[in-house]
């Protein structure tokens, strides 16, 4: 009983040091580094997975800018196909202009005297003139003109042959379509005994038919055919006349002046049968 006191007592004299010592907890490094590499490895990032609703957000937008881009390349050829048109059609005008040009200088020249016949016989009292193949005139008429009981004063012919020349090269050759009716018109005002009537009332109709103004066109083509019969332009007026009838419907008439037309010998009977032949 004394031994246990005296064991008691010494225990509670011991520093509170020492006791401290003998707390400490022993901890083993081996233990705490597996434990620490273990949480690190609980925190590596996970790989993204899109949702759902973000693959489909994703393939939509795709799908918008094809077919942006597939649009923008779609306005881009019909541009370029616009362009294309428009330079075919201006080369086939050209072509037309300048053959028909062609034609009807060729056959002016093989009818020559005809036509200055029929231009000096609306001058009431004035000789009669004759054109030179050239175009240049014999024997002018150097006095003044009746016409309709008006006097015109003597024009010379070298003038007037280079107005209609500077009024259908508008046309033939700058290709400015305004200005040769403007021209054209104002040719047959000043001088309405010209030699070249004739050829400016066909210029003129032709101009009417690319402004789609076909009922001008007619009265232009429809003087030609009832005033100069034997002009080298009468039979290429009845085949345009045979055309605007036909596109206003009036089957009978058309007819009549594309038989007459593909009666006739030169470029234009082929091309007034093969209307007859697709159309009747």
């Given at each position: 009983?004394?031994?246990?006191?005296?064991?008691?007592?010494?225990?509670?004299?011991?520093?509170?040091?020492?006791?401290?010592?003998?707390?400490?907890?022993?901890?083993?490094?081996?233990?705490?580094?597996?434990?620490?590499?273990?949480?690190?490895?609980?925190?590596?990032?996970?790989?993204?997975?899109?949702?759902?609703?973000?693959?489909m957000?994703?393939?939509?937008?795709?799908?918008?800018?094809?077919?942006?881009?597939?649009?923008?390349?779609?306005?881009?050829?019909?541009?370029?196909?616009?362009?294309?048109?428009?330079?075919?059609?201006?080369?086939?005008?050209?072509?037309?202009?300048?053959?028909?040009?062609?034609?009807?200088?060729?056959?002016?020249d093989?009818?020559?005297?005809?036509?200055?016949?029929?231009?000096?016989?609306?001058?009431?009292?004035?000789?009669?003139?004759?054109?030179?193949?050239?175009?240049?005139?014999?024997?002018?008429?150097?006095?003044?003109?009746?016409?309709?009981?008006?006097?015109l004063?003597?024009?010379?012919?070298?003038?007037?042959?280079?107005d209609?020349?500077?009024?259908?090269?508008?046309?033939?050759?700058?290709?400015?379509?305004?200005?040769?009716?403007?021209?054209?018109?104002?040719?047959?005002?000043?001088?309405?005994?010209?030699?070249?009537?004739?050829?400016?009332?066909?210029?003129?109709?032709?101009?009417?038919?690319?402004?789609?103004?076909?009922?001008?066109?007619?009265?232009?083509?429809?003087?030609?055919?009832e005033?100069?019969?034997?002009?080298?332009?009468?039979?290429?007026?009845n085949?345009?006349?045979?055309?605007?009838?036909?596109?206003?419907?009036?089957?009978?008439?058309?007819?009549?002046f594309?038989?007459?037309?593909?009666?006739?010998?030169?470029?234009?009977?082929?091309?007034?049968?093969?209307y007859?032949?697709?159309?009747?």
């Amino acid at each position: 009983m004394n031994f246990n006191a005296g064991l008691c007592l010494a225990l509670l004299v011991l520093p509170t040091s020492a006791l401290a010592q003998d707390l400490t907890p022993i901890v083993d490094m081996s233990m705490s580094a597996s434990t620490g590499t273990t949480v690190d490895d609980s925190f590596e990032p996970m790989p993204y997975e899109p949702s759902a609703a973000t693959k489909m957000a994703e393939s939509r937008y795709d799908l918008m800018q094809g077919l942006r881009d597939e649009v923008r390349l779609l306005r881009g050829m019909v541009e370029e196909l616009k362009h294309e048109l428009q330079q075919v059609k201006q080369r086939q005008l050209d072509d037309y202009l300048d053959i028909d040009r062609r034609l009807g200088s060729q056959a002016l020249d093989g009818n020559n005297v005809d036509s200055a016949s029929i231009a000096a016989k609306s001058l009431v009292g004035a000789p009669l003139v004759q054109e030179r193949v050239d175009g240049s005139i014999n024997d002018r008429a150097t006095d003044s003109a009746s016409v309709n009981g008006f006097i015109l004063p003597a024009v010379d012919d070298d003038v007037v042959k280079i107005d209609y020349e500077t009024a259908s090269n508008m046309l033939l050759k700058a290709r400015d379509i305004d200005g040769a009716a403007t021209a054209l018109k104002l040719h047959l005002e000043k001088y309405p005994t010209s030699l070249y009537t004739a050829n400016a009332h066909y210029w003129l109709g032709e101009i009417y038919l690319l402004q789609r103004q076909d009922e001008l066109a007619r009265q232009s083509f429809t003087t030609i055919v009832e005033q100069y019969p034997n002009h080298p332009k009468v039979m290429d007026s009845n085949f345009k006349l045979g055309k605007i009838y036909f596109q206003l419907g009036q089957n009978k008439l058309a007819r009549r002046f594309l038989e007459t037309a593909a009666a006739s010998s030169g470029g234009v009977a082929s091309k007034a049968q093969s209307y007859l032949d697709s159309n009747f």
